[in-house]
Structure formats: structure tokens, C-alpha cells
């Protein structure tokens, strides 16, 4: 017998019943909750008399559209204070936990579900947004629904799926010095292209992804999205266990035994066979920068802009030329000295402490360049208080960034950050979408030092060469 990957293990611990197709209804473990997109499914539900089948296996926070400034004022934006405080309405109603913007325990849905222990290996996990395949990072069959489909978990606990291929994505070798698991994760979604991950479940392994902490396997995770997966998996081992340890939510005592024996099991066999397989050189990976607007398109720092003329396609001509007239970009522009306006720190992708201390590594070198806005914004509050007792939050003041409250802030325009038309930033968010940060606005994702870098600098520079 054929031994199974990781995401067929999940898979069959969670088919509840086949059907034709490679369809099948499975169980889901646990749901997290936002603001945007969960008001339909709760609508839903009151509209057909339903409750929620198992209330203690969801959690609700709101963090796209909330403020990152003057959270003790009531909300400006009058769509955003609605949304807010329906979530908090519908988690009471329904029964459902519920961390306010009070809480000092909120944050995004992404950050705050692992540092709980909410999240949890061998666990199918949603939520009514993409980058759920950031809690894959545990060994967890984590993805993202849709609104009606967030009523189906919310009413039976359960999901109609169409069955995934597998895809293996090794990366062989170390990463190199200031190169990050940012700049591993465009790398990886410039490989395989925006739709390369289109109908497969990704398994990333080799020794590079196996030195990454867990805030970079989140990261690396997280962004399976941008190259057309659902779903971005990586065994769990010693230092997923060291992370998950003690977290509040996560199993105790006796029943933290038996969650080790089970985890353990949780990795590919060695005779599994994956569908497709990808190999990476951690060693020839250098710091990142998207040049478009689609997260494949990027290059190594010391790059340049590409030149439609020399596309494989005319198709793949006239997207290049696209993305190039609404970056404001030449071809042959080299990326090394581009001026910003702006540089945000933070999102889902990199709001994380380990984020956090790695671009403070870089505030504390000099100031933020004239004519630059430069925002840290945690993932949490636990994020936030930890680099406040670090220190770090006096070491961007000083260096002259913005210290802001936790929320999904300048990753999306839903809430009062956003950028003005024509203005470019150095972003460690996830996607650069035409519009993504604001009407008009251009981002480049790149890693927290290489964000930081580009605020001191006032341009794109290369974070190697910028050590003091």
C-alpha cells in the first residue's frame, strides 16, 4: 500500500462522507470570525430559525476595518463602526466567543489564532478569508470560505470539498544572510506563478523550511494564496510543539501527551506520491521586491523592472506593460533606488514579534527619511505588549515611525489607513493589487528589514548593504 501525504491524512480524519468526484463533506474542527465577512452567514441563519450547532468552536474578532489610532474615540468610518458592532451582536446571540476591540487579546484573525493555541495540528480550520492557509504553518487543513459557506460550518459543523492534488515544494539548502522567510515566500509564488497552486493542496519541506521559526512558516503559509492554493501545509515538529506549548487554549497535563503522540504522526510517509513536485535553492534566494501588481511579480532586490518586449506571450506582454504603467515604472528600471512615500510594518504575512524585531534592527541605525510615512502595526495585543517590554516601540518612536494599535490596517483600504493616489510604499503586507492600499496607490512587498531599510533610506535599498 501507497503511503499518504500530510493533506490525505487530514483529509480522510475529516471525511464525513464521500461522493462522486473527489467531493466530500467534512468536519470541521474549529472557525474563526471577522467583521467583514460574516455578517450574510449570521443573517442566514436568523432568516432560516437555525442555531449554531457547536458555539465553543468559534471565535469572533474584528480586525480589517477597525482603527489603528484614537481607539478610544467611537469609530469614524460609519460602515466600519457598523460592522464592528454587529460582530459583537451576533456573538452574543449566537453564543459564540467574542474578543473587542477592549480585549487586550484581539488582533487579526491570523495572529491571534496560533498565539492562543486556538489553532492547533491535525485541526481543519476556516475562516471567511483567503489567508487562512497561514494556520497550515501547525500541520492544521486550514483555508478560506466564503460567506455562505461560513453559515454551512456555523449551522453543521461540517463542508462540502472538492479533494485538492498534492503539490511538494522543497527547499533545499539555508537561507542565505538577510534573506527571510518574506523573501522565500515571493520567491516560491514567482515559481510556481499566480495560478501554479491553482487546485493544489501545498506541502513545503526541506531543510530551509525546516530551520524557519514558526512566526516564518506562518508567513511562508500564509501567502500559499498568491500562487492559487487554498491550502499550504508543513509538518509539524520540535519547534511547532515548543511554540504551541502553554499557549492558553492549547492542551494540558495528560492531554498534552496524547496531543504529542498524535502530532507526531502527522507528516508525510516516505513512500507517499505527491502529484507534482517543485525543488528551490534556499542558497541562490536574495532579498525580494515586487515590481507590479500581482505577488508573482517580483525580482531579487538588485533586479530590475522587466520588459514586456521580451515576454513568452503577447498576453503575458500587455500584463507586464499594465502593471508597469501603474507602478510607474520603465523597463530596466533597477528596483535598488526607487523612491517611497510610505513604509508599513505589519498585516497577517509579518505583524508578527519576530517581524517586529527585525525591522526595529534596522530603525535603530538612523531616522525615517524627510517626506516619508513610515506605520509599525502589531498583529495583536499580545504582539504589541511584548515589543513594548522589549523596547521596540521606543526604538521606532525614535527613529521616527508611527506605533499604532493592532488591526489588518494598510494589508487592506477597509479602514482609515490608506494611501493617496500615486503615492508608492514599502510594504511587508501580502498583496500588491492595483488599488489594494488605496485608489491609485503603489506597493511593493518586500521583508520588515528590507521595509524598515527603504524607510531610513527613503527609497528601495538593498538591506545587506545597509548593516552600520
Known amino acids: 500500500m501507497t503511503g499518504r501525504t500530510l493533506y490525505e491524512k487530514l483529509w480522510a480524519a475529516h471525511e464525513v462522507e464521500a461522493y462522486d468526484e473527489g467531493v466530500s463533506l467534512l468536519y470541521i474542527d474549529r472557525s474563526l470570525i471577522h467583521e467583514v465577512s460574516s455578517p450574510q452567514a449570521f443573517e442566514g441563519l436568523r432568516a432560516a430559525g437555525r442555531r449554531v450547532r457547536r458555539p465553543e468552536t468559534h471565535l469572533a474578532v474584528?480586525?480589517?476595518?477597525?482603527?489603528?489610532?484614537?481607539?478610544?474615540?467611537?469609530?469614524?468610518?460609519?460602515?466600519?463602526?457598523?460592522?464592528?458592532?454587529?460582530?459583537?451582536?451576533?456573538?452574543?446571540?449566537?453564543?459564540?466567543?467574542?474578543?473587542?476591540?477592549?480585549?487586550?487579546?484581539?488582533?487579526?484573525?491570523?495572529?491571534?489564532?496560533?498565539?492562543?493555541?486556538?489553532?492547533?495540528?491535525?485541526?481543519?480550520?476556516?475562516?471567511?478569508?483567503?489567508?487562512?492557509?497561514?494556520?497550515?504553518?501547525?500541520?492544521?487543513?486550514?483555508?478560506?470560505?466564503?460567506?455562505?459557506?461560513?453559515?454551512?460550518?456555523?449551522?453543521?459543523?461540517?463542508?462540502?470539498?472538492?479533494?485538492?492534488?498534492?503539490?511538494?515544494?522543497?527547499?533545499?539548502?539555508?537561507?542565505?544572510?538577510?534573506?527571510?522567510?518574506?523573501?522565500?515566500?515571493l520567491s516560491v509564488v514567482a515559481a510556481l506563478g499566480v495560478t501554479g497552486g491553482v487546485g493544489y493542496a501545498i506541502e513545503y519541506a526541506g531543510e530551509a523550511v525546516r530551520s524557519l521559526s514558526m512566526e516564518g512558516r506562518m508567513t511562508l503559509c500564509n501567502m500559499s494564496i498568491e500562487a492559487g492554493a487554498r491550502v499550504g501545509l508543513i509538518a509539524p515538529d520540535e519547534t511547532t510543539f515548543a511554540y504551541i506549548a502553554g499557549r492558553p487554549m492549547a492542551p494540558a497535563g495528560e492531554a498534552w501527551g496524547a496531543a504529542l503522540a498524535h502530532w507526531r504522526t502527522l507528516t508525510s510517509d516516505q513512500d507517499a506520491v505527491f502529484d507534482r513536485m517543485v525543488e528551490i535553492d534556499a542558497a541562490a534566494i536574495a532579498p525580494r521586491v515586487t515590481w507590479g501588481t500581482s505577488p508573482d511579480q517580483s525580482a531579487p532586490v538588485t533586479g530590475t523592472a522587466p520588459d514586456p518586449a521580451t515576454a513568452a506571450s503577447e498576453a503575458e506582454a500587455r500584463k507586464i506593460a499594465r502593471a508597469l504603467d501603474y507602478m510607474g515604472l520603465r523597463p530596466g528600471q533597477p528596483l535598488i533606488g526607487l523612491a517611497i512615500d510610505n513604509a508599513f510594518i505589519g498585516s497577517c504575512t509579518n505583524g508578527r514579534i519576530e517581524d517586529l524585531r527585525a525591522a526595529a534592527e534596522v530603525a535603530r541605525r538612523g531616522r525615517v527619511a524627510a517626506g516619508v510615512t513610515a506605520i509599525v502595526v502589531p498583529g495583536s495585543g499580545a504582539v504589541k505588549r511584548q515589543a513594548e517590554a522589549e523596547g521596540l516601540d521606543r526604538i521606532f518612536f525614535d527613529a521616527g515611525f508611527e506605533w499604532r494599535e493592532p488591526g489588518c490596517s494598510l494589508c487592506v483600504a477597509m479602514n482609515n489607513d490608506?494611501?493617496?493616489?500615486?503615492?508608492?510604499?514599502?510594504?511587508?503586507?501580502n498583496r500588491n493589487f492595483e488599488g489594494r492600499q488605496g485608489i491609485g496607490a503603489r506597493t511593493h512587498l518586500m521583508s520588515p528589514a528590507m521595509a524598515a531599510a527603504a524607510a531610513l533610506a527613503g527609497r528601495i535599498v538593498d538591506v545587506r548593504g545597509t548593516a552600520a
Open 418 to 429: 490608506r494611501l493617496e493616489p500615486g503615492k508608492r510604499c514599502a510594504s511587508t503586507s
Open 62 to 185: 474584528a480586525d480589517h476595518a477597525v482603527p489603528t489610532r484614537d481607539r478610544d474615540r467611537p469609530i469614524a468610518d460609519p460602515l466600519a463602526r457598523e460592522q464592528v458592532a454587529l460582530l459583537a451582536v451576533n456573538a452574543e446571540a449566537f453564543g459564540i466567543a467574542h474578543l473587542p476591540l477592549t480585549d487586550p487579546r484581539q488582533g487579526i484573525v491570523h495572529v491571534i489564532g496560533p498565539e492562543l493555541g486556538f489553532t492547533l495540528p491535525g485541526m481543519t480550520l476556516v475562516c471567511g478569508d483567503s489567508h487562512t492557509s497561514t494556520h497550515g504553518a501547525f500541520g492544521a487543513l486550514a483555508f478560506g470560505i466564503g460567506a455562505s459557506e461560513c453559515e454551512c460550518v456555523l449551522a453543521a459543523q461540517s463542508l462540502r470539498q472538492a479533494r485538492a492534488r498534492t503539490l511538494r515544494v522543497n527547499v533545499c539548502g539555508r537561507l542565505g544572510l538577510g534573506v527571510t522567510a518574506k523573501d522565500l515566500t
